[in-house]
């Protein structure tokens, strides 16, 4: 495709970014606040600017799995790689349906267009793997080559020079790398390597969801009520949604890959551990080893209820199922009082137990619809499970910030982060993380005690 024409479309390049906001307060939780009134209540999580950062994360860290995911299953030429390839579809047409209801078919399709062209091109690398074509292979990379120096020029002009093309280019640069360098290592049977590359192409993810929309909402202030998408307690948010949505992507695919007798069954696995370990070791740096192995303990135990599932499936033991079943009955009523009680009854024990039963019930619903070859059902659920743990991130990053304002307060900042398409910002986002860990922190440290107190 020929950008050149495209970039004469100014009103696209809006739409490319901002017609998710209006969604946001449906999809994410409490309506948004205006600034005044935010200021006059303190930080909060669930604002215009911090929605629609939230929204272009899931999109966007969503692409990236479902694209890797798809990879795998069409090189594997496996029976649900339609319904994978489906389902990273209907990602694009969820950003395609947010911008034709503000802007109109015709910027729709033209966006529908766009993406789904870049996407073809990894469905051309794959293709040309499969038969071992290295000249196709090296035009896909080709043309995704030339897709992201063009794109790059797009956004930046979109954006009035608020995202360099460099910049944007370099992210665009990484992103391909990720994937392909995913698929690669996963077709050559380097599993551990291919699942990093899917974990850092779904992190990476953040840091473009963090820069277009700053870049964005610094365009267009008065269409989100002059609020700003990168304060410590949206960068909270975020966080949380990152860690809690691997958490469920990797679930799934692990107990596919363990139903399946997959030989990266175990890298898959791995996967998931390395996201324990990831939030663990954060808790661990602040509260001590202690701390560190208590949280690993109880969060670890959690998981093993759903490997229990998987391996009873696989028996055909009812009974065995059964009996996970009601482990993560009783695990998720004992977290949501914990819960509760840590949050000083920012959360309510009963709606927590609720929504994580709607998670108990996504992650073996996927599973056991996989199973039954149900596929579409499968992937449908898997993306629900995605999508369910953007809405526990806001809630629980609020009854954080709710709980401990004086530790999310920030001024807007005075210009625009350097940073592109992913690319890393200034300090600010390091002391943000701190501030934002550190407060959660504070919520894990009951849970600690909790368990303690139980395994005493």
Same mark, same amino acid.
């Given at each position: 495709?020929?950008?050149?024409?495209?970039?004469?479309?100014?009103?696209?390049?809006?739409?490319?970014?901002?017609?998710?906001?209006?969604?946001?307060?449906?999809?994410?939780? %409490? #309506?948004?606040?205006?600034?005044?009134? +935010?200021?006059?209540?303190?930080?909060?999580?669930?604002?215009? +600017?911090?929605?629609?950062?939230?929204?272009?994360?899931?999109?966007?860290?969503?692409?990236?799995?479902?694209?890797?995911?798809?990879?795998?299953?069409?090189?594997?030429?496996?029976?649900?790689?339609?319904?994978?390839?489906?389902?990273?579809?209907?990602?694009? $047409?969820?950003?395609?349906?947010? /911008?034709?209801?503000?802007?109109?078919?015709?910027?729709?399709?033209?966006?529908?267009?766009?993406?789904?062209?870049? /996407?073809?091109?990894?469905?051309?690398?794959?293709?040309?793997?499969?038969?071992?074509?290295?000249?196709?292979?090296?035009?896909?990379?080709?043309?995704?080559?030339?897709?992201?120096?063009?794109?790059? #020029?797009?956004?930046?002009?979109?954006?009035?020079?608020?995202? #360099?093309?460099?910049?944007?280019?370099?992210?665009?640069?990484?992103?391909?790398?990720?994937?392909?360098?995913?698929?690669?290592?996963? #077709?050559?049977?380097?599993? $551990?390597?291919?699942?990093?590359? @899917?974990?850092?192409?779904?992190?990476?993810?953040? &840091?473009? &969801?963090? =820069?277009?929309?700053? +870049?964005?909402?610094?365009?267009?202030?008065?269409?989100?009520?002059?609020?700003?998408?990168?304060?410590? +307690?949206?960068?909270?948010?975020?966080?949380?949604?990152?860690?809690?949505?691997?958490?469920?992507?990797?679930?799934?695919?692990?107990?596919?890959?363990?139903?399946? =007798?997959?030989?990266?069954?175990?890298?898959?696995?791995?996967?998931?551990?390395?996201?324990?370990?990831? @939030?663990?070791?954060?808790?661990?740096?602040?509260?001590?080893?202690?701390?560190?192995?208590?949280?690993?303990?109880?969060?670890?135990?959690?998981?093993?209820?759903?490997?229990?599932?998987? $391996?009873?499936?696989?028996?055909?033991?009812?009974?065995?199922?059964?009996?996970?079943?009601?482990?993560?009955?009783?695990?998720?009523?004992?977290?949501?009082?914990?819960? %509760?009680?840590?949050?000083?009854?920012?959360?309510?024990?009963?709606?927590?137990?609720?929504?994580?039963?709607?998670?108990?019930?996504?992650?073996?619903?996927?599973?056991?619809?996989?199973?039954?070859?149900?596929?579409?059902?499968?992937?449908?659920?898997?993306?629900?499970?995605?999508?369910?743990?953007? &809405?526990?991130?806001?809630?629980?990053?609020?009854?954080?910030?709710?709980?401990?304002?004086?530790?999310?307060?920030?001024?807007?900042?005075?210009?625009?982060?350097?940073?592109?398409?992913?690319?890393?910002?200034?300090?600010?986002?390091?002391?943000?993380?701190?501030?934002?860990?550190?407060?959660?922190?504070?919520?894990?440290?009951?849970?600690?005690?909790?368990?303690?107190?139980?395994?005493?």
């Amino acid at each position: 495709m020929n950008l050149k024409r495209t970039m004469t479309m100014i009103p696209l390049a809006a739409a490319i970014m901002v017609p998710a906001a209006p969604g946001l307060a449906a999809e994410h939780g %409490e #309506e948004a606040k205006t600034q005044t009134k +935010a200021e006059e209540m303190g930080p909060s999580v669930s604002t215009p +600017a911090a929605d629609l950062r939230a929204t272009l994360d899931q999109y966007l860290s969503e692409h990236a799995y479902l694209a890797v995911l798809t990879m795998q299953k069409g090189i594997d030429g496996a029976e649900d790689f339609d319904a994978a390839a489906s389902a990273l579809e209907d990602n694009t $047409e969820d950003l395609t349906g947010a /911008i034709a209801s503000v802007y109109g078919e015709e910027a729709g399709e033209q966006f529908n267009s766009m993406w789904s062209e870049h /996407i073809g091109y990894f469905v051309d690398y794959v293709n040309a793997s499969a038969e071992d074509n290295d000249a196709a292979q090296e035009e896909a990379l080709n043309a995704l080559d030339n897709y992201r120096a063009d794109f790059s #020029e797009f956004l930046e002009t979109a954006t009035n020079e608020r995202l #360099e093309a460099s910049a944007l280019a370099e992210g665009l640069q990484m992103h391909v790398n990720q994937l392909i360098g995913s698929f690669d290592n996963y #077709e050559a049977g380097n599993y $551990e390597e291919a699942y990093s590359d @899917l974990r850092d192409s779904m992190e990476h993810m953040y &840091g473009v &969801g963090k =820069g277009l929309s700053t +870049a964005v909402t610094n365009q267009f202030p008065e269409d989100f009520e002059n609020t700003n998408p990168a304060t410590p +307690a949206a960068d909270l948010r975020a966080d949380l949604n990152h860690t809690l949505s691997e958490h469920a992507a990797l679930a799934v695919l692990a107990m596919q890959k363990g139903g399946d =007798g997959a030989e990266d069954f175990e890298n898959a696995a791995a996967a998931l551990q390395g996201n324990t370990e990831d @939030l663990a070791a954060q808790i661990g740096s602040v509260y001590g080893e202690q701390a560190e192995s208590d949280f690993k303990m109880m969060w670890e135990e959690h998981i093993g209820y759903f490997v229990d599932y998987v $391996e009873a499936a696989e028996a055909g033991d009812e009974e065995a199922k059964e009996q996970a079943m009601s482990n993560l009955d009783d695990y998720r009523m004992e977290f949501s009082k914990f819960l %509760e009680t840590a949050t000083e009854g920012e959360l309510n024990a009963d709606n927590l137990a609720q929504g994580l039963q709607m998670h108990v019930d996504q992650l073996t619903g996927s599973f056991d619809s996989y199973t039954a070859g149900d596929y579409d059902m499968a992937y449908d659920q898997m993306r629900e499970a995605y999508g369910h743990m953007f &809405g526990v991130g806001e809630s629980l990053s609020g009854a954080i910030v709710s709980q401990h304002p004086a530790d999310f307060e920030a001024e807007m900042p005075s210009e625009m982060p350097k940073t592109g398409m992913g690319g890393t910002s200034d300090s600010s986002g390091t002391d943000a993380w701190v501030i934002a860990w550190s407060s959660m922190m504070i919520v894990s440290a009951g849970l600690f005690i909790g368990y303690r107190r139980k395994k005493a």
